[in-house]
């Protein structure tokens, strides 16, 4: 029997005998199943990253708050729930899907730029651990809010510091001042004085986020920097914090490349939060889910024209946007391993789109029409960013646990398509 791991996620995908397995199930059996486009993911291998940054956060108190955005899949928050994970929201909808899942209003922090009132009362009802505050209107909103609820809201102030942090994408750029994001550094200090004397209004910690998909430690010890500097200052002014959240954004590996180990993260970050005895927040999301994940995909055709070969498939964009939308790059990997010729080619989909790809300029073991390809490393911001353009269904998507998996959510239908819109009955 021949076993051999696939670039990159080692944890979650293997080779037996030429045929690509998702733990010990075959992928081809999940296809016979389910049928394609389908989305696959590793139990264990979610499972074992998030044991692997829990650890490495030992010695101080911490809460590891998944972010809900790269995968809120409710087997993915039930699994990552049942090991103590709290949850990064940014909507009304994932602190609804949070609290389906089991993970307590105590565990959840509440992030984004343009939380409504509606989604703040939620929020406020649920007894949330605490609102990452962007805005001074936000604050002022919050403050009248619990106010008229007869609460108090629990916030941290999400602080820009102007950290342009190299990242793959500008897109996922979020720390420089540039950005929508957070409150300007040298609005920080003032507002978080004026935060401390308003009624309804709890300060409880600081907040920071960088950016995402980031491989050198570097950045982060810059902003744990700031935000000891502001804690520092704040605790001279008698502002009494408990905990401080340096946000998400440890990336992976999609192409090889070596990423940031949980404990080497830790190694640079966890003592200097151990000496000021808060209790540290962290937001993973892609570095939890991301390389537990594959989409399965049928060749439909092949075909050449202009001096190029296209390998057209039943996913697309709107199946799996980062390749369109982030310059994002994927592993494309023959299911059953065929041992052919290899040819440059581009791998797209079937929307009636020029950007609608999977991979460009790739070369790969050119396969028939009708063999299946697994698009890796797709756990996180894939099937989350995925939408019904030119009216397809969105695929299912399956949990596999050793030998056994489990279908996690049905293929949309047809009828799934309308189901929401008011016109059918019209004359």
Known sequence: ??????????????????????????????????????????????????????EALAPVPHLIAYSVKANGNLGVLRNLAELGAGADIVSAGELHRAQLAGIPGERIVFSGVGKTVHELAAALSAGIYAFNVESEGELCSLSELACAMGLRAPVALRVNPDID?????????????????????????????????MPGIRVRGIDVHIGSQILDVAPFRDALAYVLDLAHDLKREDVDLEFLDLGGGLGISYEGEKRITAAEWAAEIVPA?????????VEPGRFLVGEAGALLTRVLYVKEGG????????????????????????????????????????????????GDFLALDREM?????????????????????????NQRPRPAEVMVDGAEATLVRR????????????GLDAG
């Not at 030429?18 to 499972?47: F, N, Q």
């Not at 982030?326 to 052919?340: D, F, L, N």
């Open 1 to 54: 029997m021949e076993e051999s791991m696939v670039a990159g996620v080692a944890e979650a995908f293997s080779r037996v005998d030429g045929v690509m397995h998702c733990e010990d199930v075959p992928l081809t059996e999940l296809v016979a199943r389910w049928g394609t486009p389908l989305y696959v993911y590793s139990k264990s291998a979610i499972r074992e990253r998030f044991r692997e940054l829990h």
């Open 273 to 281: 939060v151990a000496e000021t005895g808060l209790k540290l927040v």
């Open 411 to 422: 293929r949309e239908t047809l009828e799934d398509l309308v189901a929401a819109e008011t």
């Open 365 to 389: 073991e050119l396969p028939k029409p009708g063999e299946l390809l697994s698009i890796m490393t797709v756990g996180a911001y894939g099937f989350s960013m995925s939408s019904q353009y």
């Open 165 to 197: 942090t190299p990242t793959p994408h500008a897109y996922t750029r979020t720390g420089h001042a540039a950005t929508k994001f957070g409150i300007a550094a040298a609005r920080a200090r003032t507002l978080y004085s004026i935060a401390a004397k």
């Open 307 to 354: 001096g190029k070969r296209f390998v057209i498939t039943d996913a697309g964009m709107n199946d799996l946007i980062r390749p369109s939308h982030y310059s994002g790059w994927h592993a494309v990997e023959p299911v059953e391993q065929p041992g052919r010729d290899r040819a440059r080619v581009d791998v797209v989909g079937p929307i009636c789109e020029t």
